[in-house]
């Protein structure tokens, strides 16, 4: 238990759907990161939030929209997505803006786009 | 090719067994993070590494910034160390680069 909730645990979707993925902490950290975790693919970080601020990975299709609302919650919102961005989706969460913080992760969202 | 180069990509060692994986990395870091993920997908941080050498129970970990390169070791394996481990590697700011990671099976 890394103090990193993520909800749904696994989401089965259709092409035409619009679905969003929850993540949540209370560790009182303050920036909130998106992963997608492929088969065989090296972890890919899609967004990260710091203190508010948005950086993005300019690779990751507008398809996927992240929302921050504050500090504790982080949303990634999906619609019109493709199959091959069946994959798990991590969140995790880290104490501050510096890089030599430790990451905290959520269990993940295991998704099927159909 | 990957930033971050990890090996071996599948390992099974007998219980008892000492193991050692190891990162090679090729770009300047501020960081590198050791992770373990267990079947299921949770991912929980083990190390992370500016300089010299982390020893945490059973594991330890070692980074030479001069060769880019960083090693994992497990000392007396046991079936619960059965999982993939990932080396991460922090630039400035938020950049991140993962290895693909080293499958570890520990047979009883």
């Known amino acids: 238990e890394t103090g990193v909730t993520q909800t749904p645990r696994h989401l089965v979707m259709g092409m035409t759907n619009k679905k969003s993925l929850k993540c949540e902490q209370h560790?009182?950290?303050?920036?909130m990161y998106w992963y997608k975790q492929s088969a065989k693919k090296p972890l890919e970080l899609m967004f990260v939030?710091?203190?508010?601020?948005?950086?993005e990975n300019n690779s990751v299709p507008s398809r996927f929209s992240p929302e921050c609302p504050n500090s504790s919650h982080l949303f990634l919102h999906l619609h019109t997505l493709q199959p091959e961005d069946s994959a798990l989706y991590l969140c995790?969460?880290?104490?501050?803006?510096?890089?030599?913080?430790?990451?905290?992760f959520g269990p993940g969202t295991r998704l099927t786009v159909l | 090719k990957n930033e971050v180069e990890q090996s071996p990509q599948n390992l099974t060692a007998q219980e008892g067994e000492f193991i050692t994986i190891n990162c090679s990395y090729s770009?300047?870091?501020?960081?590198l993070h050791w992770l373990q993920q267990h079947p299921g997908g949770g991912i929980v941080s083990l190390f992370m590494l500016s300089s010299g050498k982390k020893k945490h129970g059973r594991l330890i970990a070692t980074i030479n910034i001069q060769e880019k390169h960083s090693s994992l070791h497990i000392t007396a394996s046991h079936p619960r160390d059965s999982a993939v481990y990932i080396c991460?590697?922090?630039?400035?700011?938020?950049?991140?680069?993962f290895g693909t990671g080293t499958s570890l099976t520990v047979i009883p």
């Open positions: 995790a969460s880290e104490s501050g803006a510096g890089s030599y913080n430790e990451q905290f």
């Open positions: 991460a590697v922090r630039m400035s700011g938020n950049q991140f680069y």
């Open positions: 770009v300047g870091i501020s960081a």
């Open positions: 939030y710091n203190f508010k601020e948005q950086t």
């Open positions: 560790l009182g950290h303050n920036a």
